[in-house]
């Protein structure tokens, strides 16, 4: 179980891996830490002419506090945040979800841009991020744009990326002191990819509250302005609807009754245990 | 130093070095100008190999069937009537039968590189309906697999014992019971290292095997070579469990190519080749009748029983072993009058199967446990309880029962009523009538088995397959500094045989365990054996060695009394020592004087020396029967399906234990496999026979979260025919968890009028079998 | 070739190998340490586990050309390692150990466990070990043993480090080395180029026997805002409908109803290009069609067979048409072996979505009077966003999910 032969570059600014990307005829993928694409280029299912290391660019991996937010950049590991090497901005949410994804091993590799731009439906960032309401800024050799972490991932597997583009950074709101967040998945086992996702953040005094239902089968379901389905995010067999959340998911595409089921449920398991 | 003999809880001799990586395995073996091999595979699971295309530039890399003229198929065959054999062709020729099957083997520098050349061979295949439902293959319009046999059927067997006595009986309880196919997944996955010894005009295949010397047999057949021009290596190895008893067309190939290329050639196994390609296991279907009585006592089982067997039959056990096996071993540890069983092996597009720990065990005591529990559930008393009525009494031991197996010894009512003792059954039945947070719902469930082991001549010259076990042998000699050699054939793959050898030879000479060494895995240096499978090599290597060991210690006596200038008879042997009445010598001291000093030996000494093989059986060869008790308590979650063991408990019984730490261990690892069969692996077909498992993230072993750590009680009942009363124990762990843990889902789901029939118990298939209860209850028990 | 350099068991090391070569295979074919034991290559197992600049990971999905520069040991370069001798004895001491495959990994992980964290419980351990598996030992001796020796160094007054004292960000190993460029592989095998280009499609007869049943089957209907004669007569024009069909294109004009082509379907980072051969049938007096076709991605080995019949008849306004399509298929060969995908209605009701839209796009042109060359149609590209996944596609979903949802 070899990879195929691929070329391989490691350029030290963005702009230069930028131009690796957008060299025409030539099938490019991007590595950071290789946690995903190193299993499927080992199993041949990926067979790119080069590979773009991005793991030299030193402003991808580095961090800018803003007053409102903070600023991640994409090469960013996933225990850089679990460790908190990383500030916590989110009232401990991005630690203790990224304390969940996959395994140790891999998570001192693994990356939050390579994740996201993944655009697996069940990975842990999509669903948080999403209930988080951070951003992603991607470059391109015609500039920058950034857009809701939600509208980045487009279905299983497809980010809204230009071959010529890189993802840079994430951008992530800093929470009030008021704010609650949740999140609840559901795995077969430790480490395994989750079956279903519930997550959901209240910031009263940002105005912000959000559900997100993930590891559906396409992009999470998320609900911008969920006060209606979560309240303050506390007592919620008050408020939460369950059929009413069962028929979003159905309206949404989820025909199968038993995913629907097990869907719903993590997201009232995610605001019953809210922090 | 009684510490490191029999009985002693002895720290592995073996540990150190894999402690450091230190290990060799067969991946780990370097040889100059070694390449390397990939093969193609059939990419579909029947069809009809019209061609192979070989581009130009990787010609004289690329070879196909046409290619290794000469070479004879896999043939396993068995001796039972109506057995109908296949041949496994080394690389496909006229059709492909399973995903996976080898086309064409590809050689280049770097295993990269093969896997390179491997994808620029095109196979021109003609699709075939593959079939890929063992109970549709049965069916006389289905397609063929091996179109001479005019079905699909290896073998069909049945048994009737006074059957119709059972009719009558108030409770009849029919059950549809399945297990899902599995890999056995071994860490380490397959690996050949083969090179043609110049010197020697001997063939050197490295291989990683359980039985090196059956590889030697099966492969100089097909090779036409005679035995002594193959010599089989096994080294470290990284776990076998059954996948690593069987002849690989794979060694075949390595080995026709070693003796014509002129140098070292290896093919390592990667993880989709083991998972898709290579062997399988379990894969049953039961429809299974209880009768009984009111009170429980049962009066008969009716069965008929599907084991689905793959493409092939596998070299040595055959495709028959597993349902045969399934008819004999039905009844368990209970007695009951009548009994009726019908079976199947069937030829399916799959791998081939062939026996994972437990073999048929696991699928046998699945059936039967949850029937008795539905029984139990019938009758309105407590599980235990019918057990308790049925079980074979220790006063009835040794037992023959009803499909003439010879139970040696134990006290099965014992076991169990030991293991309930560890559980507060009133506890949990009060805790079930609490709601639980989360609404989780709690369950008991429980199961006993018994498990032959160590089958000898009279057990498996029935079967007819190519391999019977006999006498085993086992070397035991002294090196000149006083240290001693054991060579054994069968094979330690993480069984400890290294220390527990050392233990039993230290036992009987005194000989420090450290100066103890132990060689295995070389058909060179051991001598025959069918190797290691069944439970079988503490009993049998084990007993070969005490009885070599003690060999031993006559001929040094017979030294060391000369030495001692003391009459023969008025010796002994003492830690290490021989003891006469007015002095001792150590064994090191006539070790020296056999090697380095001959001139001080007495005329008449026995010419022998230090030196001795000599072979074993045990008084009686029918096996040994251990046994044990498993009660699980789970948790179950209704709404996400999840269900989590909140407590095991084990009582076992494996007679004498050579070194209890050990036992320990393999039950723990037998128990991890259990809870895999239980709730977690499964190896899917699709109905185009295509697999749909080809990494560890769709076939699922269980983790360190997914485990318990069991309460684990032994019983030491001795067994009456072996050395020490040592039974065979290195399978049970595995063989009853899926029963007991589907014992308690069922439980649990009781109240849900909701019962899980098939493994693994899924979220998924708790949650349709909670919602299958709740819009049809009728269903129950047909469902999953 | 790269020429890789970097620091293993604390001693400079260079090798000059492809660019694919992972960790793993570096260490143990330039440098023969062969305790790094490969047990799945696909980053699941853990028996690889071996630390880059002072944390685990995966050697099998890390590439040794992207830790130029780091330093990296091995279960060999723990001899004389603190907690590594203290693990060592404590894994014998529990009986934490049989085979030994994955014991190197063990070490290494358990090693970090005990760095990191100060007073885990049982199940804490567990979880900080799940990534990696056993296959003998039941984890009861691997965990005890990694327990006693947390307990114990506690004891001693040994604070465990949290993070085990990383202070960079990023992935572990990177940062060491600047930038390389572009460097080529070995030669490339033939294969790399376009297939299509470079060998005829595939012969094989695209007609299927009778009692060919498809593993995935669905049935979808949608409605055109054009009469039902227009569309039936633009369904004839079997060129015109494969242009419809995002990635697909002809090889040629059919000939008595048997067509060549191909499709090229692309999710994520993966492409694939299904060449082969369609036969149509068409019956004028029902107005139901049946393309049935089969194709082969050389790249993977994996081939599909299909089957797509197609009903048009009037809609319920005048005007309208109503298309009832029924699609089967079947999938074999390395694409196929993944777990199943709940996502086939899904994608199937994407993949008509697009195929309508772009169905509607050419129709309402033709109307107007365009020639079809001269149209742009919606959804050109399967990918971002539109319909994106091919319903062939649709079963990896899970495995991505299973195995790749963790960069």
């Known amino acids: 179980m070899k990879p195929v032969n691929f070329d391989y570059a490691r350029p030290s600014e963005v702009a230069s891996a930028i131009r690796y990307l957008a060299q025409d005829g030539v099938s490019a993928k991007i590595i950071a830490g290789g946690q995903s694409l190193g299993p499927m280029l080992n199993m041949r299912l990926v067979q790119p002419d080069l590979i773009v290391d991005i793991t030299a660019i030193e402003e991808l991996r580095s961090v800018q506090d803003r007053s409102d937010a903070i600023v991640i950049g994409a090469c960013v590991s996933h225990s850089d945040i679990e460790d908190r090497r990383v500030p916590d901005v989110t009232r401990g949410a991005m630690a203790s979800v990224a304390s969940g994804i996959a395994y140790r091993a891999v998570r001192n590799r693994g990356t939050i841009g390579g994740s996201l731009t993944h655009a697996d439906p069940s990975a842990d960032w999509i669903s948080i991020l999403a209930a988080l309401g951070a951003d992603v800024t991607l470059n391109g050799s015609g500039g920058s744009r950034t857009i809701a972490v939600e509208n980045y991932m487009v279905g299983a597997l497809e980010a809204d990326i230009a071959q010529s583009e890189l993802l840079v950074s994430i951008t992530v709101p800093k929470l009030s002191a008021s704010a609650r967040w949740g999140y609840y998945k559901s795995c077969r086992k430790t480490g395994e990819f989750a079956h279903a996702i519930g997550a959901f953040l209240t910031d009263p005094d940002r105005g912000v509250s959000r559900a997100v239902i993930g590891a559906t089968e396409t992009r999470p379901f998320v609900m911008t302005d969920a006060a209606a389905l979560i309240g303050d995010g506390r007592n919620p067999e008050r408020v939460f609807d369950q059929d009413a959340v069962g028929r979003l998911c159905e309206s949404l595409g989820m025909t199968d009754p038993i995913d629907r089921q097990t869907h719903v449920v993590a997201l009232r398991r995610a605001i019953e245990r809210a922090h | ?784 | 070739m790269n020429t890789v350099s970097l620091i293993a068991n604390g001693r400079k090391v260079s090798a000059d190998v492809e660019p694919r070569t992972h960790l793993a295979d570096f260490l143990r074919d330039t440098q023969n340490l062969t305790g790094t034991h490969l047990g799945c290559e696909h980053g699941v197992c853990g028996a690889c586990t071996l630390l880059i600049d002072g944390a685990p990971a995966r050697s099998c999905i890390t590439f040794a050309v992207a830790c130029e520069n780091a330093e990296i040991i091995t279960i060999e370069g723990l001899d004389d390692d603190e907690i590594a001798a203290e693990l060592r004895a404590a894994f014998t001491r529990e009986h934490g150990l049989q085979c030994g495959y994955c014991t190197p990994g063990m070490i290494v992980s358990a090693r970090d466990v005990v760095m990191r964290l100060q007073e885990p419980s049982e199940h804490d351990i567990r979880v900080a070990m799940s990534g990696n598996l056993c296959r003998c030992t039941g984890y009861v001796g691997i965990i005890r043993a990694i327990q006693g020796v947390i307990e114990d160094r506690r004891a001693r007054g040994i604070a465990a480090i949290p993070g085990g004292g990383r202070t960079s960000l990023g992935p572990a190993g990177a940062g060491r080395a600047g930038a390389v460029a572009r460097a080529s592989a070995a030669a490339r095998i033939a294969l790399k180029t376009d297939a299509s280009e470079t060998t005829p499609a595939p012969s094989h007869s695209a007609s299927l026997s009778a009692d060919w049943k498809p593993q995935m089957s669905f049935n979808q209907s949608f409605v055109v805002s054009h009469p039902v004669d227009d569309v039936w007569r633009f369904f004839g024009r079997i060129e015109d409908v494969a242009s419809c069909l995002p990635g697909a294109s002809l090889a040629g004009a059919p000939v008595s109803g048997h067509v060549q082509g191909r499709i090229r379907v692309k999710v994520g980072p993966i492409s694939a290009e299904f060449q082969g051969a369609a036969e149509i049938d068409r019956d004028d007096a029902t107005r139901t069609g049946r393309i049935s076709g089969s194709g082969k991605d050389k790249r993977s080995g994996s081939a599909t067979r299909g089957l797509v019949g197609y009903a048009v008849k009037p809609g319920e306004n005048p005007g309208e048409t109503r298309v009832d399509v029924s699609i089967g298929y079947t999938l074999t060969g390395m694409l196929a072996q993944f777990g199943r995908s709940g996502l086939v209605e899904d994608v199937a009701s994407r993949l008509i979505k697009a195929f309508v839209a772009n169905l509607e796009a050419r129709l309402a042109h033709e109307a107007r009077g365009g020639r079809s060359e001269t149209l742009s149609l919606p959804v050109r590209e399967l990918d971002a966003g539109s319909l994106i996944s091919s319903v062939v596609f649709g079963r990896f979903r899970r495995l991505f999910a299973r195995l790749f949802g963790r960069n």
């Not at chain 2, 770097?110 to 021109?124: F, H, I, L, N």
């Not at chain 2, 319009?141 to 179109?147: G, I, T, V």
């Not at chain 2, 295509?690 to 769709?698: I, V």
């Open chain 2, 1 to 784: 130093m009684k510490e490191q003999g029999v009985g002693a809880s002895l720290p592995r001799k073996e540990d150190d070095r894999f402690l450091r990586g230190r290990g060799e395995y067969v991946a780990d073996i370097r040889m100059a100008g070694m390449k390397d091999v990939a093969f193609l595979r059939s990419p579909l699971a029947h069809a009809r190999v019209r061609g192979v295309h070989v581009p130009d530039a990787v010609r004289g890399q690329v070879f196909s069937a046409q290619d290794l003229k000469g070479v004879r198929p896999i043939v396993a065959v068995s001796g039972l009537a109506g057995f109908k054999p296949s041949e496994q062709p080394v690389l496909a020729h006229d059709k492909v039968r399973q995903v996976g099957e080898l086309i064409a083997m590809c050689l280049a520098d770097t295993r990269a590189q093969a896997e390179d050349v491997a994808a620029q061979v095109e196979a021109d295949l003609e699709e075939l309906p593959a079939v890929h439902d063992m109970l549709a293959a049965r069916r006389p319009d289905s397609a063929l697999l091996h179109e001479q046999w005019g079905d699909n059927v290896f073998l069909e067997t049945f048994v009737d014992k006074n059957f119709e006595a059972a009719l009558d009986a108030p409770i009849k309880v029919t059950r549809v019971i399945s297990t899902a196919r599995q890999s056995m997944a071994p860490l380490e996955g397959r690996g050949t290292v083969a090179f043609w010894d110049k010197r020697k005009e001997q063939l050197v295949l490295h291989t990683g095997s359980q039985m090196p010397h059956i590889v030697r047999t099966g492969l100089a057949e097909c090779l036409g070579l005679e035995h002594g021009q193959v010599r089989i290596v096994s080294p470290d190895v990284g776990g076998g469990f059954g996948y690593k008893g069987i002849l690989l067309p794979e060694d075949v190939c390595l080995g026709w190519l070693a003796m014509r290329c002129g140098h070292a050639v290896r093919w390592i196994e990667d993880r989709r080749e083991h998972l898709t390609a290579g062997a399988n296991c379990r894969e049953h279907h039961y429809v299974i009748t209880g009768y009984a009585d009111r009170d429980g006592r049962l009066r008969g089982i009716d069965c008929e029983a599907t084991v689905d067997s793959g493409a092939y039959s596998s070299y040595p056990f055959s495709a028959c072993l597993e349902a045969a096996q399934v008819a004999s071993i039905l009844p368990g540890p209970y007695d009951f009058p009548s009994y009726r069983c019908r079976t199947w092996s069937v030829a399916t597009n799959k791998c081939p199967i062939l026996p994972y720990r437990g073999v048929a065990r696991t699928g046998v005591c699945f059936a039967l446990e949850l029937v008795l529990d539905a029984i139990a559930r019938e009758a309105g008393i407590e599980p235990h309880e019918v057990r308790m009525k049925n079980l074979v009494r220790p006063e009835q031991m040794p037992f023959d029962n009803i499909t003439n197996k010879h139970f040696d010894s134990g006290d099965y009512p014992d076991a169990l009523k030991r293991a309930m003792a560890a559980i507060d059954l009133d506890a949990i039945r009060a805790r079930q009538q609490r709601p639980e947070p989360g609404g989780r719902l709690i369950g008991i469930g429980q199961a006993i088995y018994c498990e032959q082991g160590a089958h000898g001549t009279s057990v498996y010259a029935g079967w007819g397959i190519p391999m019977v076990p006999g006498h085993e042998q086992a070397t035991a000699r002294m090196t000149p500094d006083g240290g001693l050699e054991l060579r054994i054939g069968a094979h330690s793959h993480g069984q400890s045989m290294e220390t527990t050898m050392a233990q039993i030879a230290h036992e009987i000479l005194g000989i420090d365990t450290g100066s103890i060494k132990v060689v295995h895995g070389d058909t060179e240096y051991t001598p025959y054996s069918t190797g290691t499978w069944g439970s079988r090599s503490a009993v049998m290597s084990g007993g070969a060695v005490a009885t070599a060991s003690r060999e031993l210690g006559e001929l040094a006596k017979g030294i060391g009394a000369h030495l001692l200038q003391a009459k023969r008879e008025d010796v002994k042997l003492e830690a290490g020592f021989v003891v006469g009445p007015a002095g001792r010598v150590s064994l090191k001291e006539v070790a020296r004087t056999w090697y380095l000093r001959p001139q001080d030996l007495p005329a008449g000494v026995d010419p022998r020396g230090l030196d001795t093989t000599i072979g074993y059986k045990p008084v009686r060869d029918s096996g040994t029967f251990s046994y044990a008790a498993h009660i699980a308590v789970v948790a179950v979650d209704p709404e996400i399906g999840d269900i989590e063991i909140l407590d095991y408990v084990i009582v076992e019984d494996g007679g004498k234990l050579i070194n209890p730490m050990v036992v320990d261990g393999q039950i723990y690892g037998g128990l991890a496999q259990g809870i895999g069969t239980a709730l977690y692996e499964e190896m899917n077909f699709d109905t185009s026979g295509q697999p749909l498992a080809s990494t560890f993230a769709d076939y699922l072993l269980p983790g360190p979260t997914e485990v318990p750590a069991p309460r684990l009680e032994h019983m030491e009942t001795l067994a009456p025919y072996t050395e020490f009363g040592v039974k065979g124990i290195g399978e049970g762990g595995a063989i009853a968890p899926p029963a007991a843990i589907g014992n308690a889902v069922n439980d649990a789901l009781k109240g849900l009028g909701a019962e899980l029939l098939h493994s693994p118990i899924t979220p998924r298939r708790v949650l349709e079998a909670i919602a299958n209860a709740a819009t049809d209850p009728a269903k129950v028990g047909e469902a999953a």
